[in-house]
């Protein structure tokens, strides 16, 4: 070996021990119950981002499958407001375990693979994260959770130096449509020097009547409802109004009288986040999902499963995942040895009712989407296509109109993409920096029903590159 490639070879060799030497051990996880044998290292812990409050969030950091030190970071949030990332993101979707009956198996798509994963229980009072201040809840709105996002961010970093230089991605679903954007912009226009490359957001709430409107389009245009249940949306209550007087809790009886004949026939055996998927028949109604409201499905009852299929392709999916994932992080064994505790609440939720806040419901982030984009952060936008809650049909629009007011070109026609031999879902690029895409099959939690078709999109994001073709 020549001599310049044996100084770096030691150089990388010495980095990656004093990595791994600067880790807070305190935070290390030493083996989750039921955990398979694993080569890379996990963290969880909390981060306090308010002192005289007592307020802290808790997070869960997986390390990369193998070179973590060369690899990305990539921060996930779910939406709600109120759904937890880690009892949602990390272990129903794309982390590296999924819950089955008292072990964990390992997850074949996780994201891990090609990234170091941050998922942040955010806002305070989501999953394990809380505030000893009660107040706290009542006055919680988009721009007080962005701020704790931005806290917890520097003082995450302060725990993990060696994570500070990294590429870093923010990614994230539902109502992170509004977290992420918020926070990019946040990380944008502070002093906290952080190498963004990009941000995805899944079947994101970006702006209230458009995303809540399509709704009424994808029952009729996928046979949920009748033409003449449709024609009553159209004319008397569409979705976003109908919304609207539940939450002000004043229902015009043109918009009961719709409510009652299009609930009628999309029943409670249809599960709105994946309308081609089964249930799971043992749960009851989900809470998790978009915005966490029944009201906020729009004209229909809740869910009995998140968006989970039995079967999708050749991957085999579990109905009951919410169900497993509840009860595995409820056992006092597995909360020890994530370094969790309850605060203010006797039990693990994976959506919290007192997270639950409407403040900024109807608050457009499409705009704050085309900033980042102006300032040079691509953005990729994207959908499953199975999803009534916040259908690809308003997320499309909303997206094309975007690049039209930035004056962005067509880089990439929409066209079919390609995950193997089979069609992934449909893509459109503008300007090589704003991207949508559906992913063929998936629900509102893409990766949890198609794990395989959503780690490619993944890999795309982080490449920066178009998704594949034929």
């Given at each position: 070996?020549?001599?310049?490639?044996?100084?770096?070879?030691?150089?990388?060799?010495?980095?990656?021990?004093?990595?791994?030497?600067s880790?807070?051990?305190?935070?290390?996880?030493?083996?989750?119950?039921?955990?398979p044998?694993?080569?890379?290292?996990?963290?969880?812990g909390?981060?306090?981002v308010?002192?005289?409050?007592?307020?802290?969030?808790?997070?869960?950091?997986?390390?990369?499958?193998?070179?973590?030190?060369?690899?990305?970071?990539?921060?996930?949030?779910?939406?709600?407001?109120?759904?937890?990332?880690?009892?949602?993101?990390?272990?129903?979707?794309?982390?590296?375990?999924?819950?089955?009956?008292?072990?964990?198996?390992?997850?074949?798509y996780?994201?891990n693979?090609?990234?170091?994963?941050?998922?942040?229980e955010?806002?305070?009072?989501?999953?394990?994260?809380?505030?000893?201040?009660?107040?706290?809840?009542s006055?919680?709105?988009?721009?007080?959770?962005?701020?704790?996002?931005?806290?917890?961010?520097?003082?995450?970093?302060?725990k993990?130096?060696?994570y500070?230089?990294?590429?870093?991605?923010?990614?994230?679903?539902?109502?992170?449509?509004?977290?992420?954007?918020?926070?990019?912009?946040?990380?944008?226009?502070?002093?906290?020097?952080?190498?963004?490359?990009?941000?995805?957001?899944g079947?994101?709430?970006?702006?209230?009547?458009?995303?809540?409107?399509s709704?009424?389009?994808?029952?009729?245009?996928?046979?949920?409802?009748?033409?003449s249940?449709y024609?009553?949306?159209?004319s008397?209550?569409?979705s976003?109004r109908?919304?609207r007087?539940v939450?002000?809790?004043?229902?015009?009886?043109?918009?009961?009288?719709?409510?009652?004949?299009?609930?009628?026939?999309?029943?409670?055996?249809?599960?709105?986040?994946?309308?081609?998927?089964?249930?799971?028949?043992?749960?009851?109604?989900?809470?998790?999902?978009?915005?966490?409201?029944?009201?906020?499905s729009?004209?229909?009852?809740s869910?009995?499963?998140?968006?989970?299929?039995?079967?999708?392709?050749?991957?085999?999916?579990?109905?009951?995942?919410?169900?497993?994932?509840?009860k595995?992080?409820?056992?006092?064994?597995?909360?020890?040895?994530?370094?969790?505790?309850?605060?203010?609440?006797?039990?693990?939720?994976?959506?919290?009712?007192?997270?639950?806040?409407?403040?900024n419901?109807?608050?457009?982030?499409?705009?704050?989407?085309?900033?980042?984009?102006k300032?040079?952060?691509?953005?990729?936008?994207?959908?499953?296509?199975?999803?009534?809650?916040?259908?690809?049909?308003?997320?499309?629009?909303?997206?094309?109109?975007?690049a039209?007011?930035?004056?962005?070109?067509?880089t990439?026609?929409?066209?079919?993409?390609?995950?193997?031999k089979?069609?992934?879902?449909?893509t459109?690029?503008?300007?090589?920096?704003?991207?949508?895409?559906?992913?063929r099959?998936?629900?509102?939690?893409?990766?949890?029903?198609?794990?395989?078709?959503?780690?490619?999109?993944?890999?795309?994001?982080?490449?920066?590159k178009?998704?594949?073709?034929?």
């Amino acid at each position: 070996m020549k001599s310049g490639k044996w100084i770096a070879f030691v150089a990388l060799i010495h980095a990656c021990l004093t990595a791994v030497e600067s880790l807070p051990k305190a935070d290390k996880i030493v083996a989750l119950p039921g955990q398979p044998r694993v080569t890379f290292q996990h963290f969880s812990g909390y981060l306090t981002v308010d002192e005289k409050q007592k307020r802290a969030l808790f997070y869960y950091f997986v390390e990369a499958e193998t070179m973590p030190a060369s690899k990305p970071l990539v921060l996930w949030l779910n939406g709600g407001p109120g759904c937890s990332s880690i009892g949602a993101g990390a272990f129903t979707e794309h982390g590296p375990f999924k819950p089955n009956g008292e072990a964990l198996e390992k997850n074949k798509y996780s994201w891990n693979k090609e990234a170091n994963m941050l998922y942040l229980e955010s806002p305070a009072g989501v999953g394990f994260s809380y505030s000893a201040n009660n107040s706290f809840y009542s006055n919680l709105n988009d721009e007080v959770a962005a701020r704790d996002n931005l806290v917890f961010l520097e003082r995450w970093f302060v725990k993990f130096p060696e994570y500070k230089n990294r590429d870093f991605y923010i990614t994230g679903e539902s109502y992170a449509g509004h977290y992420v954007p918020q926070l990019a912009q946040l990380i944008i226009h502070s002093n906290l020097k952080l190498n963004l490359k990009g941000i995805a957001i899944g079947n994101p709430l970006l702006e209230f009547a458009t995303d809540m409107n399509s709704v009424d389009q994808y029952y009729w245009s996928h046979g949920l409802i009748s033409d003449s249940a449709y024609e009553l949306l159209t004319s008397f209550c569409n979705s976003s109004r109908l919304m609207r007087e539940v939450i002000r809790r004043s229902i015009s009886s043109d918009c009961m009288s719709v409510y009652s004949e299009v609930s009628t026939e999309i029943t409670k055996s249809i599960d709105q986040y994946d309308v081609i998927a089964d249930v799971c028949l043992s749960s009851g109604q989900s809470p998790m999902a978009i915005l966490s409201h029944s009201l906020l499905s729009g004209p229909q009852h809740s869910p009995q499963a998140d968006g989970l299929s039995q079967q999708q392709v050749s991957v085999k999916v579990d109905p009951c995942i919410q169900d497993e994932t509840t009860k595995y992080l409820n056992r006092k064994d597995v909360q020890k040895a994530l370094h969790a505790q309850l605060v203010g609440t006797t039990s693990w939720n994976l959506c919290n009712k007192f997270v639950q806040y409407m403040a900024n419901l109807e608050t457009p982030t499409i705009h704050i989407v085309g900033s980042i984009v102006k300032s040079g952060i691509p953005v990729m936008v994207y959908s499953g296509d199975q999803d009534s809650v916040i259908p690809f049909i308003g997320t499309r629009i909303l997206v094309y109109k975007l690049a039209k007011v930035l004056g962005l070109n067509t880089t990439v026609p929409y066209r079919p993409w390609f995950e193997g031999k089979q069609v992934g879902g449909w893509t459109q690029v503008y300007g090589d920096i704003l991207s949508f895409a559906t992913i063929r099959g998936a629900s509102h939690t893409a990766p949890a029903s198609q794990p395989e078709r959503s780690l490619a999109l993944f890999k795309a994001v982080l490449a920066g590159k178009p998704l594949p073709g034929a």
